[in-house]
C-alpha cells in the first residue's frame, strides 16, 4: 500500500467550558496570567455523562456515520488514551460495541497507555499493521480522547478535555512521510498517575516543561540528521524532497500543547536550533552570533529565551499559530492534543490546492516519558473519496460546534463539577444527574454504572 495517512476524521468538543479570565479572577491570581502568560481562553469541561468511554464512542459512531464506511471495513482499532477506569478492560473492548452489531469482531489493536503520547503510539501501530504482511486491505482507526484534570492549584489552568477519531489507510490526503521519523524516550518522574485512586496526576510542572524541551532538541537534531541521510541513500524510496531540513521546509510546524505559549517557546526553541546550525534561511549577520552555543546548556535562559520567541514571532504566526485554535479554545486534551493542532492547522487554510505537497512537522511528548517528531505531507488524491477538502470539511463542523454550541460555566460551577467528578470516581451505582439539555444528536452518553461496575451508554 502506498501514500498511507488519514482519510477522515471526526473531533469531540465537550459541551461546557470555563473562561479562563474569569478563572484568574476565582483563583486570585495576576491578570493576565493564564490568558496571556499561559496563551489561553477557555477550557473545556465535561459533565458527569461524558465520560472517556462516551467520548470515545461518540467520535468512532461519528466517523463511521459521517464517511459511510460499514463496521465490517474495519480491520484495525487502536486506542490512545491516559484517562484510565479500569486496570484491566481496555477502552478499546468498549468501542467493540460499534462493531459486534455488524458481525464484525475481527478488528485488532488494544490500548496505548503513556501519558500524552498514546495518541501516537495507535497512530503508529496502524500504519504499521497497514504496512505489513498482516494487512487484509482493510482500514484502520486509531481513536484517541482524555479528560485532562488537575487538582487546585497551578496546574488547574492547564486542564481540558477532547477526542478524535481518525481513518487510516493507503492514498490518503494526508501521508505518514516515510523513511524518517524521531523518537527520544526516557525515565523520569516529571507527570504521573500513580496513586490509582486519584484523578488527578502528580506533577513537576517546571520539570516536565524542562523535559519537553530537552525532548523537543533531542528529537529535531535526530530528524534533521535522519532525513538528510534518509535523502542521500534513499532519495528513489523516500518521499522527502529537500536535502536539509529546517524550520523553513515546512508549511506547518506542531506540537503537543499543553498550553499555547509552550506551542511558541518550542517554535522559538526550534528556530534557536537552527540559528546554532546557521540554516541558510537565516542571514550570516544573525547566525553569527549563535553559531558556538550548545543547545543542552541553554535549558533556562530566560533572556536567551525572550530573546529568540522575539526573533521567531513571524515564523511562530506563519507555521504554528494557526494550528493553536482548537487548544487555546478547550486546553490540554492530552493524548489528543497534537492532533488537534494539526485539524486547526488544516482548517485556517482556505484554499486546499495550496497546500497539495506541502510538509508539516509534528512533535508528540507524553511525560514519563515517551517523544517523537515526524512529519505528513499534504496531497491531492486520486480515485479516492476522501479529499483534503472533505477532510477540512469534517474539522470545520468541529470548529462551528466549538464557537456556536458550547455552553459557558462559571469557575465556581467548574469546581462543584470537579469535585463530583472526584467523589463520584468509581462510586457505584450511578446514575449522572445533569440535564441531557446540552447533548447534541448523535452524542453517546453515559447512562448509568451498576454496582458491579458495569457502564451503559446510550445515544441522544
Ligand atoms: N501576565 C502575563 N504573564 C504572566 C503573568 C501575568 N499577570 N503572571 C505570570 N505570567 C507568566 C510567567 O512569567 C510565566 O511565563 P514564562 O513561562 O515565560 O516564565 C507564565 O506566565 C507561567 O507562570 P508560572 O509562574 O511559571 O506558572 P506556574 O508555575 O504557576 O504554573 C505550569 C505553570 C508549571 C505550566 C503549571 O500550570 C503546570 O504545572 N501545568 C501542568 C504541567 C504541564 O502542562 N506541563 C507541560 C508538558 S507535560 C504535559 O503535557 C502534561
Known sequence: PSSVGILACELYIPSLYVEQSALEIYDNVSKGKYTIGLGQQRMSICSDHEDI????????????DETGVHPQQIGRLDVGTET?????????TVLMQLFVDHDNTAVEGADNINACYGGTAAIFNAIHWIESSFWDGRYAVVVMGDIAVYSKGSARPTGGAGACALLIGPN????????CRATHMAHVYD??????????????????????????????????TKSQMNHET?????????????????AAVLFHTPYVKLAQKSLARLYLNDLIRACPYIPTAITEKYK???????????DLEREIIDQSKELFEQKTAPGLYFSQNMGNMYTPSL?????SFLMSQPNEEQLYGRRILLFSYGSGLASSMYSVVCRKVHECRFTLAQLQRSIQRAGHRLDHERVEITPDIMDKLLLEREENDHKVPFIPKQPNEILKSGDIYLKSIDKNYRRYYDKF
Open 292 to 302: 558556538n552555543l550548545d543547545i543542552r546548556t541553554l535549558l533556562n535562559d530566560k
Open 53 to 64: 468511554c462516551s467520548l470515545c464512542l461518540t467520535v468512532l459512531s461519528r466517523l463511521l
Open 172 to 179: 490518503a490526503p494526508v501521508v505518514f512521510e516515510s523513511g
Open 84 to 92: 484510565l477506569i479500569d486496570k484491566a478492560k481496555s477502552i478499546k
Open 339 to 343: 492532533y488537534y493542532s494539526l485539524f
Open 191 to 224: 507527570f504521573y498517575k500513580p496513586n490509582l485512586n486519584s484523578l488527578y496526576p502528580v506533577v513537576d510542572g517546571h520539570l516536565s516543561i524542562q523535559c519537553f524541551t530537552s525532548a523537543l532538541d533531542t528529537c529535531y537534531t535526530q530528524y534533521c
Open 234 to 250: 534513499h532519495t528513489h524510496t523516500s518521499t522527502l524532497t529537500s536535502r536539509e531540513v529546517n524550520l523553513s521546509t515546512f
